[in-house]
């Protein structure tokens, strides 16, 4: 965990708290010092590398008396890969940290408490993550190819052999696809590979800034027949990405005990974590207590990840999303399904004044799963709609202290519940979901 240190003379500190990006906390002479590696509880020795005015950053040196909630991490190369920020601190304290954070930021930004605190969602805690993004990149000095995440605070790929956060089939995938693109005659023009894997199929999406020789694509095809993935290759925008031949079955994965399947493209937005994405569903479902007699609101829908197991519980459900092609996609789920009570919408949620008749329309509950962003342009419209029950599924717990606020103090919502769901173990991202009701 130690880096090179060039400013400061080593010092002593006790580790106060956890900062939102998983450095310790410690303060010297009444200054904070943000210390990377360093856990609360700890007695450390740090150096400082950065001053700023009102706090320094600092490497850590030497850690003197432990967190008792300090491990092992698992990965080789933690520390150096940016991909995970927290695996020296053992799971059920990363989730203790973060639940922390989502209470503090609903008092302190939105001026909430909820009246109870929701039990966190967990689910395996290594080899979960389905979807993700590697950086490839030929090096000359080193007269190899890299692929896998960024270099924690730098731009640079990191070297790693094997993934411990992938799913398993896929945890030495970025080892593998440096050995294949070593070999390419656009090695040097490759800069990213695309993992998408469903609970039947995945799929691979190589970004290529030169058509690749017919060579390469044999050796693609292979890779992929080898991995029992589905390859396509990207040369531009997303309208561009073309499967490496025809024929590639859909990717697809299920919901609601397995009674609902969703397909999927391979850049379609889903949940990187099935196990959480199977629970965070349910919870919400149980959360929102559709009736048949009810008619719900999800915005923000996507695929229809939420708006498809709400269907089979309330009367009738609109799905609105902003992106037209993933509408099409929600629509082709529902048809796949045989549900016929949903309707969905494409419509820019972010612009209110430009909303089509779905927006004039009232609705007895209402399902919010928005962007980092949040969803604040649409708060003033639940006085319009009137749900009596809202369930506000966030990945950033600010925006959703900020619109939390916004319906507690102007809208008329108590805030029955909140909590954590542990959808990215080792790492910061702060993903949960809070209740709330109209006051009577």
Known sequence: MARDLKLGDIQEADVVDLAHDGRGIARVDGKAVFIEGALPGERVKFRVFKRRRQWDEAGLVEVLTASPDRVRPKCAHFGVCGGCSLQHLAPAAQLAAKER????????????????????????????RRRARLGVKYVHKKGRVLAGFREREKPYIADIRRCEVLLERFATLPEELAALVETLSLRGNLPQAELAAGDSGAALVF????????????????????????????????????????????????????RLTLEFGPVDFFQVNRDINVSMVAAAVDLLEPTPADTVLDLFCGLGNFTLPLSTRAGAVTGVEGDAALVAKARANAALNGI?????????????????????KTYDLVLLDPPRAGASE?????????????????????????????????????????????????????????????VA
């Open 101 to 128: 954070q989502l209470l503090d930021n609903l008092e302190r930004i939105g001026r909430v408490r909820p009246q109870r605190v929701l039990a966190p969602l967990e689910g395996p805690v290594w080899a979960y």
């Open 207 to 258: 970004r290529v800034m030169e058509a690749p020789s017919p060579e390469d694509l044999v050796k693609l095809e292979e890779f992929g027949a080898r991995h029992d993935v589905q390859i396509f290759l990207q040369s531009g925008g997303l309208d561009t990405i073309k499967a490496l031949r025809a024929g590639y079955p859909a990717l697809s994965y299920t919901l609601d005990a397995e």
């Open 340 to 360: 016929s009570n949903v309707d969905f919408q494409a419509d820019n949620l972010f612009e209110p004044s430009g909303f089509g008749p779905w927006a004039q």
């Open 378 to 438: 649409i708060m003033e419209r639940m006085a319009q709609w009137r749900p009596r029950r809202l369930v506000y599924i966030s990945c950033h717990p600010g925006s959703l202290a900020r619109d939390a606020g916004i319906l507690v103090e102007t809208q008329g919502y108590t805030l029955r519940g909140a909590g954590v769901m542990d959808m990215f173990p080792h790492t910061t991202h702060v993903e949960s979901v809070a209740v709330f009701e109209r």
